[in-house]
């Protein structure tokens, strides 16, 4: 057995995603022996479980095919990093992939879209975060249930100290509201803002991550402008309800982050609340925002729709309860996130291929 015998037979196992195999990809990170087992690091483009399995399977075959079954395998399939941060590794280096969720104003569900997506992300096996940063209305304490959470500072060995994200649902969180008190008004200006979003970049302890979900302060102030120059963002997703008045902001949105200044690419659209289904009445679909708005400005813009969530109204008693309704198996909302999760992977994963 030696490492071209076994570069050789991985040569035969192709990448679901590009393809081609995985060895003319550079996608085998290492390949040792030692004495009969076979040590392999292999760079995966998806993280989905169905993704994952599948390639191990191909990788198990294609080597009991030229060495029979007289070896042990330990292997480790490593998630790849967008290629916006493969170029940055200073801000947030043990990150892959950064998605931005954004909306041209408030109140249309952006909060809601990013927490469930984290958890739909969480859910096909990808260790996730998440970043509240919406300093005008911070919501994320309330729907992962951590108001009254204040995340530990701890002193690494490089003599720094972080702060914790704190751990719920599986996903990792921190939010702005975690640095004020909730039944204190607080207008966080300039300066005292730029500061606080950057402690939860800079100064946290975020460690290995697949995903980090930002819930970005709405709209295309200087905020949301800053954030995403400062961060490395691998996309962006943009939230909006599908009536006329908030799709001239979600027009705005697109064009601040494609902005050649800013250069975001825009994963796709989101249609929140895109139609009102009630709980008994599960068939039924009143468009009381109107018909397929956000639809229409996706094929205008060039972009793709994601999604489309039905206002139901276990998604805000979820939010309020503090237990995203992703997390319930049976809510009619879950397999809409779920798909969503998969889109969004799938446009970092076209994204990384045109970009390579
Ligand atoms: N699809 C939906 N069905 C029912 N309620 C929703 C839905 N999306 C959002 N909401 C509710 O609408 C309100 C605003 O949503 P939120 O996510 O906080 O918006 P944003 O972050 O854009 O301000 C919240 O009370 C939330 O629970
Ligand atoms: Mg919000």
């Known amino acids: 057995m030696t490492k071209e015998q076994i570069l050789e037979a991985l040569g035969k196992v192709e990448d679901p995603v590009q393809k081609k195999d995985i060895v003319s990809l550079n996608r085998v990170l290492r390949a040792d022996i030692i004495g009969n087992k076979i040590i392999l690091d292999i760079e995966i483009s998806s993280p989905t479980m169905h993704g994952k399995k599948k390639l191990e399977q191909e ?5 009991h095919a030229r060495f029979g079954t007289d070896f042990q395998l330990a292997l480790h399939l490593v998630v790849q990093a967008s290629s916006s941060r493969a170029d940055n590794h200073q801000v947030l280096p043990g990150v892959k992939n950064i998605i931005a969720v954004g909306s041209g104003k408030g109140g249309v569900g952006k909060s809601t879209v990013a927490s469930n997506l984290a958890i739909a992300l969480m859910k096909t096996g990808a260790k996730v975060g998440l970043i509240d940063a919406d300093i005008y209305g911070p919501s994320v304490p309330t729907m992962f249930d951590a108001q009254f959470v204040r995340p530990n500072v701890i002193q690494k060995a490089d003599g720094k100290t972080y702060i914790e994200p704190v751990d719920n649902y599986g996903v990792k969180l921190l939010s702005i509201g975690f640095f004020s008190d909730q039944n204190q008004a607080v207008v966080w200006r300039g300066p005292m803002a730029a500061k606080a979003l950057s402690q939860m970049f800079v100064d946290a302890d975020w460690g290995e991550l697949d995903y980090l979900v930002i819930d970005l302060p709405p709209g295309t102030g200087d905020i949301p402008l ?23 902001d979600v027009r705005k949105a697109v064009s601040m982050f494609t902005n050649p200044n800013i250069h975001v690419p825009v994963l796709g659209l989101v249609e929140n609340m895109a139609w009102f289904t009630p709980a008994e009445l599960p068939e039924n679909k009143y468009f009381i ?12 813009a060039n972009v793709p729709l994601l999604a489309q969530i039905p206002l139901v109204q276990s998604v805000c008693e979820s939010g309020d309860k503090g237990t995203p309704a992703a997390l319930q198996e049976t809510n009619p909302v879950t397999p809409i996130f779920k798909s969503l999760a998969d889109k969004v992977i799938e446009q970092l994963e076209i994204l990384s291929v045109k970009q390579a």
């Open 59 to 63: 990788i198990n075959d294609a080597l």
């Open 226 to 248: 800053t954030m995403v120059q400062t961060v490395p963002v691998s996309g962006a997703v943009i939230v909006s309800t599908p009536q006329e008045v908030a799709l001239a």
């Open 289 to 300: 925002f109107g018909r397929d708005g956000v639809r229409k400005l996706a094929e205008e």
